[in-house]
């Protein structure tokens, strides 16, 4: 722990370079040596990081259909019950395996393995053996989700892959990713470990940690699951959400070229979040036959995650603060400003529903399925979307074709995401109030959280259009020869800009561009 | 922070901290919880049926705990007489106490439902004997054949009602008996010693 977090400084790592637009010649105030080893750091990352994309969005894709037709089934239960791999707790299953260890593990792997080199400033290592990780780390997946489809299940929610069918897979390709990362680490040139390195580097090391734990053959009884929801809880805590966070870390202050609120802030909100994030699990147990001291531990440690929650929220937010007009020209600042936000919120809302009083009511209702949600969704998806929107631009060497499109993308995913949580925790309250009240039959319980059921179903059906028009957008992206447009003006440029300026764009130019024809577009569009 | 040791030491003191304290220290203490007298391990054919209830992910929906009286309703809805305790769960392997109520709680359906053909249609087509019930039907665990194929051994599901298939007769796989069969041994309903380790009593 030495110097403060300057990502303007020179030796600092890392971070998110300046924007001083007023330096003309160099590249937004880039010294050619720093812009040589960025470029080489993508460089090296470039196939990896794209076909980790790739594959995320493949999942995203599947992801969204299998938990559209679960939601259908929870209002129409005569829809699709002839076969049984179509059965509504294989297809919920396989929906969170796509989603969580598909979609968001490769969206997330794939932009860890580009942050890293960049932010120790070499290049990738073992970017072969990185590539194979995430083959085989795919393949596992494919294995473990086709296995619950056809009823093969180890019966632990979250950890229902196979361990010995999938498990081989997933401990390889992923050791494999890691080993790739660690040596990067190990080979770097900056000194300075930026913030997000940190969380890149404790995710590697917490998920094989949690995995063997959770996969471990010999628990039983009522052990198991105080296990089943160590790992599960953690999963989101030190593996999704460390990675998101990192990417936060790195995306916002890089967007808006400015310094990271506070380095202690940074320290604590690490640090603290290991200690009491990793205690939480035992709270989905409340009232439930394990000790009473493990879900007390629990519901303790779950109100201590305000102070994570609180430091690296204040210093994501205040980072952004003064700055919020820019999120009208950056898809990556919106979507990532607003994931950052939702993370707030889930983790207050989590510390609050771990309460006893809140959790009578909660518990075994939608209300938890509403919650994971806009943590995996409005965080950690919101989060990923938003450095594919910076990331991909760098790799294939153009812009995105269309502002529209984005745009769309945008809009739908936010407008899907709201009715999603809004009518599922109305339908969880409703329940849950409902079975509070013992002179009410469990039939009032079902009957009251159906209409949230059908809002839910619209909601996700909406989410699924928008996944539809990204990954569209993510294929023409990809499928234009590198380098095809070169994209003078970055996008949401319509309105003024922050970090563009005609300085810096003739600088960056040199020669009059030549304009592609969605460029030409978007030119006409701002005149 | 500059040590990549230093950070990555850190990072896995406190992880294994954490399984130690929730994991480590619970199994040991856990260790020595009997099974009560009047349990019964589950038969062949019971696990069997529980291998189905996993593979079909009824735990996603159904829960298998009683909580305590003072805190829920559970005991209220009929879900058992007092709240289940870690000895309960000795021979479930792994526990299936679930975390949704889509359905109601199961932990002592057997003694609530005594009877193997109402589960057995209930399966079939959950509808058909409760209206407002949004429990998927389990079709595929059941054969639908014309009644001159119908043999000796084979277990014959009546359907009531209108919603009752035309022309065949209904005839449960084993999977589907086996299923039933473990429902119907979940009772949870005899006594336990007030201090059964780690029981909820001082829940609050």
């Known amino acids: 722990m030495t110097a403060p977090q300057s990502p303007q400084g020179a030796g600092g790592a890392a ?24 470029l080489r750091a993508d460089e090296s990352s470039r196939v990896v990081v794209l076909v980790l994309y790739a594959v995320a969005i493949g999942w995203l894709l599947v992801g969204s259909i299998f938990g559209d037709i679960a939601s259908f089934k929870l209002h129409w239960p005569d829809f699709l019950t002839r076969q049984g791999w179509l059965t509504f707790g294989r297809v919920r299953t396989a929906h969170l395996h796509a989603v969580n260890y598909g979609w968001a593990t490769a969206a997330l792997i794939g932009t860890s393995v580009w942050l890293l080199p960049r932010l120790v400033h070499t290049e990738l290592k073992g970017a072969l053996t990185a590539l194979l990780g995430g083959v085989l780390f795919t393949i596992g997946i494919t294995v473990g989700i086709v296995g619950v489809l056809l009823g093969v299940n180890d019966g632990m929610e979250w950890l229902e892959a196979n361990r010995y069918a999938a498990g081989p897979f997933l401990v390889i390709g992923g050791g494999l990713v890691g080993l790739s990362l660690f040596r990067t680490v190990a080979a770097r040139r900056a000194q ?74 940074s320290v604590i909100g690490f640090w603290s979040l290991a200690l009491f994030y990793s205690l939480n699990g035992m709270h989905h147990l409340v009232g439930g ?55 707030t919120a889930v983790s207050l809302q989590g510390s609050f529903t771990a309460l006893r009083e809140v959790n009578r009511v909660t518990h075994f209702t939608h209300w938890t399925v509403a919650h994971s949600h806009v943590g995996g969704y409005a965080f950690v998806s919101f989060v990923a979307f938003g450095a594919m929107y910076y990331v991909v631009p760098r790799l294939v060497g153009h812009e995105w074709p269309s502002v529209r499109l984005v745009r769309w993308h945008f809009n739908t995913v936010l407008a899907g995401i709201a009715i999603y949580v809004i009518a599922l925790t109305w339908s969880g309250v409703a329940q849950g109030l409902a079975l509070l009240d013992a002179r009410l039959p469990f039939q009032v319980s079902v009957e009251r959280s159906i209409p949230g059921l059908y809002g839910r179903s619209l909601g996700g059906l909406i989410l699924t ?45 040199g020669a009059p561009a030549p304009a592609g024809a969605s460029a030409q577009r978007r030119a006409e569009g701002t005149a | 922070m500059t040590r990549v040791s230093l950070l990555a030491l850190g990072a896995f003191a406190i ?90 709680d199961l932990i002592n359906v057997g003694q609530r439902l005594p009877d193997m053909d109402w589960h057995l249609i209930h399966l079939y087509d959950p509808r058909s004997l409760v209206e407002w019930s949004t429990m998927p039907a389990f079709p595929f665990l059941f054969e639908e054949k014309p009644r001159s194929a119908v043999g000796p051994n084979d277990r014959v599901v009546t359907i009531p009602g209108p919603r009752a298939p035309r022309g065949v007769v209904v005839v449960a796989k084993p999977q589907a008996v086996a299923l039933a069969d473990y429902l119907l041994s979940l009772n949870r309903q005899y006594p336990v010693a007030a201090d059964t380790a780690g029981g909820p009593r001082a829940a609050h």
């Open chain 2, 15 to 104: 992880m294994a901290g954490a399984i130690c304290l929730l994991v480590l220290v619970p199994q040991a203490m856990l260790a020595d919880v009997q099974a009560p007298p009047q349990l019964q391990p589950y038969t062949e054919r019971q696990l069997a049926g529980r291998r189905v209830y996993i593979a079909n992910g009824c735990v996603y929906c159904h829960s298998q705990q009683v909580r305590d009286p003072a805190f829920t309703t559970d005991v209220d809805r009929g879900w058992g007489a007092r709240a289940t305790v870690p000895a309960d769960y000795v021979y479930d392997r792994p526990h299936l106490l679930g975390t949704m109520r889509t359905g109601p």
């Open chain 1, 192 to 265: 300075h470990l930026y913030v997000s390195v940190w969380y890149i580097l404790g995710a590697f090391i917490w998920f094989p940690m949690l995995y063997v734990v959770g996969k471990w053959p010999t628990w039983s009884g009522v052990e198991s699951a105080a296990v089943n929801w160590f790992f599960a809880h953690n999963v989101l805590g030190f593996w999704l959400t460390a990675m998101s966070v990192g990417a936060a870390y790195y995306f916002i202050p890089k967007v808006l070229g400015r310094p990271i609120y506070s380095y202690q802030l």
């Open chain 1, 465 to 509: 259009v928008g996944h539809l028009i990204f990954a569209y957008h993510f294929w023409l992206m990809v499928r234009m020869p590198r380098g095809a447009t070169r994209r003078t003006l970055p996008p949401f440029h319509e309105a003024q800009p922050i970090l563009y300026t005609a300085e810096a764009d003739a600088a960056r130019r």
């Open chain 1, 289 to 343: 036959p394990i000790p009473t001291w493990m879900v007390t531990t629990s519901i303790v440690a779950s109100v201590f995650m305000f102070i994570p929650v609180v430091a690296t929220g204040i210093n994501l937010h205040m980072t952004v603060v003064g700055r919020f007009g820019a999120l009208r020209h950056s898809p990556t600042l919106r979507f990532v400003v607003l994931g950052a936000i939702a993370y």
């Open chain 1, 15 to 38: 971070a998110p370079a300046a924007s001083a637009v007023g330096a003309a010649p160099a590249l937004r105030g880039l010294a050619p040596d720093d812009l040589e080893i960025r």
